[in-house]
């Protein structure tokens, strides 16, 4: 193995060890053996490498393999007597070239092998595999202070292939050093170390570029140079063709390319994906469809065979031709219906052609005066549908003449006489001793298509005598003191002649003492009656066949004794003062009126019917008071939705492409077009195919939620489609998306006032949420969207979803799952949620929000985050934090929930804020801020770490633990001196990175000053 020293220094052999080096080996063999030797070391090394030499992966592309040229590669070694080339063959006779160099007794070596021109075929970034094998320095005899054990590679970019090209216009790419080397005695035993080191360089702007390598006094063999760049392979996927692409020249890049659809497929999006930088395919968007009439199979769009059948794009495969229908044709969108059956335009090509129902069976009668029930068996052929009804027709019929006519719209049907669901039916108000036919047809949803005859059958009946019908309409005539005047009008079914009519008067409270006058006339007059008295009069008829009931109850009032005796003489003061009072109340009403328009008059405030307790669905809504109503509440969860959201046409909304997936299906952006008003962007959920009643339940209750809020911090809810499928929920389209995902991807690009006005938008829309009596619950700030203007809006308020779906949600307690670290100590222990819980939260979202989306409490596990928020400690305040916003975040994490501020409260603090940005100057410094409760955990705290490699591993950067290494920050010690300007020096450029490493020193320089960690 390699020494402990150093890579690449140079080191001396310690006394007494070996033999001596020839001064000038012909090849490596020379560095153990006699120069005139058979290079045995050479064959045992290349037989090693053939057994390691692997076929490429089908993502990588050759440009140079030097394992498989046949001739001569036309390397150049400067100087010549430098690199030198062994030729062998494998055990096929094919060329093996190898390359070696071992001229450790020289000072000052600088042997350079340079290749030919290698053309990048279009590639921007390109990948350097070497196989090489390397001695190691303390194994070689004698003291030699020259050996070394790396070699440098370089490179030159050309449009052309020429090569007067000067060392110092090559771009050095790496230094490469062994991660294995070997020893005589490795050579003995026959075991031989070869090492691969790979490099990649990029951008490349020009059409090819040379290699070359420089060696600089090591003993190495160079076995193999393999030069490709990566592509994303030609695929089918989803019915479309990716077609070979070479990755970007970024290492984080994606390429965005579109696929084609197969043929006979067809796309509602076009289909895309995105080429990674390690030549894999990603992020599928959009997806073809085999059309109408052909099917998925293998690959490919397979054409319906005759007698099956394929109707839309979006059917998975061919069905068979439903009963009663037929297709000979290939590629058929649809089947036909045999003769004598039908399909309505609403039924889906995947039902059964039916056919008219037979007629009703055991039809009944039973007469009652002028009222016939009729009840009857449902027919015995259906037609093979399920919305079958029946529908009545009456006729009147002249026994002498024989003739039936229409029995008139008099004839009332209980409960309806057309789309009857149940098999039995009443008629009323029919005439008295008259013959009636009933015919009782069923009927389906193809009735109307067929000519056929109709199918029904018919009951005969005749009514018996019956007594009129009440008398309805009374009015009174002239009145005095001791008389009333009434009038009436015949009854509506007189079943008959009228005989007389039946008066039965009494006095109010007096019924058991009644007066009866009869009359043939519909005019009365009851005299003898008390002045200034209450009379209670009721009136029925009488035919030959009895009388009928009697009327309601009529009230009527006698006139006193003193304004009758004074009536005649008062007619005309009473007409002065009428006229009088008309004109001032006129005078009134107009002067109300202006004066109410100057005071800004509006129905709204004085409508008295604006005064009144209204009750809704069991809940009391004072005026003027918005009140959130629980949807789960309803006894039917579809009313709470066409309660609070408005209904819209599926041809209003033009869904454009997918942004991402949601529990119940796919989260699209869009296009509303409602009639007359301008079009907007939107976003819009759709509920996947195949779902249950509950869950079509849980989609759109987060909608009867979001439908009663309206304010410029809420996300806005345009409208549901529920009529049609997909059913879906469109709201205002949020550019940004997600804030947590929106400040990650912006790291560090916004001022502090910046910030504090997305923290203002956010605490406005709770306190508007908390107003109405609404509590959130799932506070945070992946849950909040924003939009271009960097306006933020609270969203997502399916909080039972989010508690058993959301990764957050791990921690379970009774009642569900709750997201643990935006959520106050009471909620948890007790599943107490109040606004104050949601004020804990919302200092979560500060956090959050000025550390530019860090997860909180970083990787702790949920328990202990629990425990720790338990005994008191807080999350730290982030870097670059005004004490002012630190302090309000503390505020919000009162163990106490009364002593937190309220939102009303939370929105005038940041509005001084923002009107006083001087007081956001005052940052959180490093002495002042609160310990790390990680540091408690064994998260963050150095002295929890035995290597500078572990603690960065701990924080997720232990992608920088070599750079470290190299630059001397081999102990906790060293780090703990370092600096933001130290980070970029070695190499560390992401801003989000940076922050996170000096938090994490910024934490353990607290936890050293507390005593709590010893560095």
């Known amino acids: 193995m390699r020494g402990s020293g150093p890579r690449g220094a140079g080191r001396r052999r310690p006394p007494g060890g070996g033999g001596e080096l020839p001064s000038t080996p012909a090849s490596l063999a020379g560095c153990y053996a006699a120069p005139r030797r058979a290079p045995l070391w050479t064959c045992l090394l290349l037989c090693a490498a053939l057994r390691t030499l692997l076929a490429s992966p089908s993502n990588e592309v050759n440009l140079l393999d030097s394992r498989t040229v046949m001739g001569d590669l036309g390397w150049i070694a400067f100087p010549k007597n430098g690199w030198e080339e062994i030729g062998e063959v494998d055990e096929n006779y094919a060329p093996i070239h190898t390359y070696q160099v071992c ?74 050093a062994a991660d294995e080397s070997f020893t005589e005695l490795d050579l003995g035993d026959r075991v031989m170390k070869l090492n691969t080191e790979v490099r990649d360089v990029g951008p490349l702007s020009k059409k090819g570029f040379y290699l070359a390598f420089q060696d600089v006094g090591a003993c190495i063999a160079l076995v193999s140079v393999r030069v490709y760049y990566k592509k994303c392979p030609s695929v089918v996927r989803h019915l479309a063709v990716f077609p070979d692409t070479i990755t970007g020249a970024d290492s984080s890049q994606l390429l965005e390319v579109s696929g084609s659809c197969v043929n006979h497929s067809v796309t509602d999006e076009p289909p895309k994906m995105h080429c990674s930088a390690e030549g894999e395919w990603l992020v599928p968007i959009g997806k073809c469809m085999c059309k109408a009439g052909y099917e998925e199979k293998n690959g490919t769009c397979q054409v319906c065979r005759p007698g099956f059948f394929k109707a839309s794009p979006h059917s998975q495969s061919c069905s068979k031709c439903p009963p009663h229908s037929y297709t000979h ?12 059956y039908f399909r309505r335009e609403s039924d889906p090509p995947t039902m059964a052609c039916t056919r008219p129902p037979s007629a009703p069976r055991n039809a009944i009668s039973n007469v009652n005066e002028t009222s016939v029930f009729l009840e009857w068996i449902p027919p015995a052929d259906t037609g093979g549908r399920t919305d079958v009804s029946y529908y009545i027709a009456c006729k009147k019929c002249n026994s002498h003449a024989g003739v039936c006519d229409e029995c008139g719209g008099h004839v009332r049907y209980l409960p309806q006489q057309i789309g009857l669901k149940n098999t039995s039916v009443m008629m009323v108000d029919l005439l008295a001793h008259t013959n009636y036919t009933f015919e009782i047809e069923a009927v389906n949803g193809v009735s109307d298509l067929s000519s056929g005859a109709r199918q029904y059958v018919s009951v005969n009946v005749t009514t018996n005598q019956a007594a009129p019908s009440p008398v309805t309409n009374v009015k009174k005539g002239k009145i005095a003191k001791n008389s009333i005047s009434l009038s009436w009008q015949e009854p509506d079914r007189p079943n008959g002649i009228i005989l007389e009519y039946e008066i039965k008067y009494f006095e109010k409270d007096q019924e058991t003492s009644y007066t009866i006058i009869k009359s043939k006339e519909t005019t009365i007059t009851a005299e003898g009656l008390k002045p200034a008295s209450v009379y209670v009069f009721q009136i029925r008829a009488r035919t030959a066949a009895g009388y009928g009931v009697f009327s309601r109850r009529f009230e009527f ?109 796919e989260v699209c952006s869009g296009r509303l077009k409602l009639p007359g008003k301008r079009e907007l962007p939107v976003a819009i959920k759709t509920l996947k195919v195949g779902y249950t009643e509950k869950q079509r339940r849980d989609f759109l209750g987060e909608a009867s939620i979001m439908g009663q809020f309206d304010h410029p911090n809420i996300i806005h809810l345009e409208g549901v489609v529920t009529k049609s499928k997909p059913v879906m929920i469109v709201t205002e389209y949020m550019e940004n998306g997600s804030l947590d995902t929106f400040l990650k991807k912006n790291d560090g690009q916004f001022t502090v006032i910046q910030l504090v006005g997305m923290l203002r938008g956010i605490a406005a829309g709770m306190k508007y949420l908390s107003d109405m009596g609404y509590v959130h619950r799932d506070l945070a700030a992946r849950n909040i969207l924003i939009n271009s203007n960097l306006v933020c809006k609270v969203s997502d308020f399916g909080l039972s979803r989010i508690l058993e779906d959301d990764p957050e949600a791990a921690y379970t307690t009774r009642g569900g799952k709750i997201p643990i670290r935006w959520t106050a100590p009471e909620a948890i222990a007790f599943r107490k949620f109040t606004s104050a819980s949601d004020v804990w939260s919302y200092g979560i979202v500060m956090w959050e929000v000025v550390s530019y989306g860090e997860r909180p409490y970083w990787e702790m596990t949920n328990q202990d985050v629990i425990k720790a928020v338990e005994e008191g400690y807080r999350l730290p305040s982030p870097m670059d934090c005004p004490a002012a916003l630190y302090q309000l975040m503390l505020d919000c994490w009162q163990k106490d929930r009364n002593s937190r501020p309220k939102f009303d409260e939370i929105v005038n603090m940041l509005d001084k804020l923002i009107r006083n940005p001087s007081s956001l100057k005052t940052l959180v410094n490093a002495s002042s801020r609160v310990p790390n409760l990680l540091a408690e955990h064994g998260s963050l705290g150095s002295g929890a770490y035995r290597s500078v490699g572990e603690w960065l591993e701990a924080i997720k950067m232990g992608r920088y633990t070599e750079i470290f ?29 940076q922050k996170k490493i000096m938090n994490s020193l910024q934490e353990m320089k607290v936890q050293l000053v507390n005593g709590m960690v010893p560095l």
């Open 557 to 665: 009032e006698t006139v006193p004794v003193s304004v009758a005796a004074s009536s005649d003489q008062s007619q005309i003061p009473i007409i002065a003062v009428s006229v009088t009072v008309g004109v001032i109340l006129l005078a009134v009403v107009i002067g109300f009126l202006l004066s109410g328009r100057r005071c800004g008059y509006s129905k709204a405030k004085q409508d008295p019917e604006e005064e009144k307790m209204h009750f809704h669905n069991g809940h009391i809504k004072l005026p003027g008071v918005r009140t959130y109503i629980d949807p789960h509440t309803y006894e039917d969860p579809n009313q709470a939705v066409h309660e609070f959201a408005k209904e819209i046409e599926a041809s209003c909304i033009t869904i454009e492409r997918v942004i991402g997936a949601g529990e119940f299906g």
């Open 329 to 340: 044709e290939e590629a058929s969108t649809s089947c036909v219906c045999e003769k004598d």
């Open 965 to 993: 290494m190299e630059n001397g920050y081999s102990s906790m010690d060293a780090v703990a001196q370092v600096t933001l300007e130290d980070l970029r020096r070695l190499g560390v450029t992401l801003v989000g990175h």
């Open 103 to 176: 001229k450790v007794m020289e000072q000052n070596q600088n042997n350079w092998l340079l290749t030919s021109w290698i053309s990048n075929e279009g590639a921007s970034r390109i990948f350097i595999e070497l196989k090489f094998t390397l001695r190691d320095c303390n194994s070689l005899p004698g003291g030699l202070g020259t050996c070394k054990e790396t070699f440098n590679m370089y490179y030159f970019e050309s449009d052309e292939n020429g090569r007067n090209i000067k060392e110092n216009q090559y771009i050095k790419i790496d230094t490469i």
